[in-house]
């Protein structure tokens, strides 16, 4: 009975195939949404080099589309997380992935080892993920008075500590 039971308990880590396979779809639905917006802000990039555009508006274009190629980052940075949260899932619970297993230490950006590496990963992914939405932030921001100017420092600064914070551990 008891050899049953430890054998279906064992078993019950399939269930994790569900958000392996679904956080799997996310990322390639992620990835052709970013893809689908990449290829119309490079389509519409003409537009810049109109004749009729005056200075004013050509700056309002501008800003638009970098405004959008951070959007694009944006999209593809969640897929990323997806993907790396769909192959961490399927290593520490149904399988080691034979081909990350094969390839050299430095290629192999994607093996996750624990449940804590997986946690590292993602939180250093989702950070990026913050840092350009600061950014997308920042370049529509209107600055009428200094403390706008400083606030926009002080974020800048916040920033630089948390990415050495986060590279600190390493070493």
């Not at 769909?86 to 950006?109: H, T």
């Not at 093996?111 to 939405?133: E, F, P, Q, W, Y």
């Not at 600055?143 to 400083?150: G, I, K, N, Q, V």
């Given at each position: 009975?008891?050899?049953?039971?430890?054998?279906?308990?064992?078993?019950?880590?399939?269930?994790?195939?569900?958000?392996?396979?679904?956080?799997?779809?996310?990322?390639?639905?992620?990835?052709?949404?970013?893809?689908?917006?990449?290829?119309?802000?490079?389509?519409?990039?003409?537009?810049?080099?109109?004749?009729?555009?005056?200075?004013?508006?050509?700056?309002?274009?501008?800003?638009?589309?970098?405004?959008?190629?951070?959007?694009?980052?944006?999209?593809?940075?969640?897929?990323?997380?997806?993907?790396i949260f769909s192959l961490g899932l399927y290593e520490l619970f149904i399988?080691?992935?034979?081909?990350?297993?094969?390839?050299?230490?430095?290629?192999?950006?994607?093996?996750?080892?624990?449940l804590d590496d997986l946690k590292t990963r993602l939180g250093r992914v989702?950070?990026?993920?913050?840092?350009?939405?600061?950014?997308?932030?920042?370049?529509?921001?209107?600055?009428?008075?200094?403390?706008?100017?400083?606030?926009?420092?002080?974020?800048?600064?916040?920033?630089?500590?948390?990415?050495?914070?986060?590279?600190?551990?390493?070493?």
């Amino acid at each position: 009975m008891e050899k049953m039971f430890e054998t279906m308990l064992w078993n019950s880590r399939f269930v994790v195939l569900l958000a392996v396979i679904a956080s799997l779809l996310a990322a390639f639905a992620v990835f052709y949404m970013a893809s689908v917006d990449t290829y119309f802000m490079i389509s519409h990039l003409g537009d810049y080099a109109s004749s009729s555009l005056s200075g004013e508006a050509r700056a309002d274009f501008r800003t638009a589309n970098i405004t959008h190629v951070v959007e694009i980052i944006d999209g593809y940075l969640l897929a990323t997380v997806l993907l790396i949260f769909s192959l961490g899932l399927y290593e520490l619970f149904i399988s080691k992935i034979d081909q990350a297993e094969q390839a050299s230490e430095a290629e192999n950006v994607l093996a996750i080892s624990s449940l804590d590496d997986l946690k590292t990963r993602l939180g250093r992914v989702i950070l990026m993920i913050l840092i350009v939405n600061f950014f997308e932030h920042a370049i529509t921001m209107d600055f009428h008075t200094p403390l706008d100017l400083l606030t926009l420092a002080g974020g800048i600064a916040l920033i630089g500590v948390t990415l050495y914070l986060s590279h600190a551990e390493d070493h």
